[in-house]
Structure formats: C-alpha cells, structure tokens
C-alpha cells in the first residue's frame, strides 16, 4: 500500500515504555514521524533514512525515542521509554520520495491515519 499504516499506541502511565509501528509499500527515501497534540500544530519526532539507517530526532525526544527500520518487513517502529504526559498526542507516520529526513511535514508525500498515545501522570 502506498499510505503508510500504523500500528500500536494506547494508554499508559508517566515512566512507562510503549512502541508503535509504521509499514509502508517499498520506494521511499526515509520514513519519519510526527505527532500533533490537540490543540497544537504537527511537529517533527523522528526520521530515518532507509538505506543506511541514519537517523534524526527532536531535541524533546532525544535519549528516550529510539526509531528503528525493519528493511525485510518494510516496518519503522518507535520505541517511546520514559514517557511524559506531554508526549500525549496522535502520532503519524509519514514518508518521503525525496532525498531528505526533513523535519518539516510539506517534505513528506504520504501520511498514515495516526495513532494516539495518552500518558497519564
């Protein structure tokens, strides 16, 4: 499929561990994703590159969001450790047929319908 799918999200607790999943149909440059918390504009989480797995994050989510790219399943995941309440939000999964891990969304081509993630404290 060329939109990507989501999976995983839910309710936990502040501290805890949770992941989501992203799979997408083969081509695109990199996979990157966002999160929109109600009331505020989508925002850059993560990206990595496909071939050669580099990777960038939002300085919010440095040391605990780690994102990951499973090249025979075609599946990104995003391990979210040491949750916050305000990391509540839909997060999206998105990606790129340009040479780019773009933290800005206008860069990505194809949007999945999101995930959400409550945190609770």
């Known amino acids: 499929q060329v939109q990507p799918v989501e999976s995983g999200g839910g309710s936990v607790q502040s501290g805890d561990p949770l992941s989501v999943s992203c799979a997408a149909s083969f081509g695109f440059y990199a996979m990157a994703w966002f999160r929109q918390a109600p009331g505020k504009e989508r925002e850059f989480v993560a990206a990595i590159a496909w071939r050669n797995g580099n990777r960038d994050y939002a300085d919010s989510v440095k040391g605990r969001l780690t994102i990951s790219r499973a090249v025979s399943t075609n599946t990104v995941n995003l391990q979210m450790n040491s949750l916050k309440p305000e990391d509540t939000a839909v997060y999206y999964c998105?990606?790129?047929?340009?040479?780019?891990?773009?933290?800005?969304?206008?860069?990505?081509?194809?949007w999945g319908q999101g995930t959400k993630v409550t945190v609770s404290s």
């Open positions: 998105a990606t790129t047929l340009t040479n780019t891990r773009d933290v800005n969304t206008a860069a990505y081509d194809y």
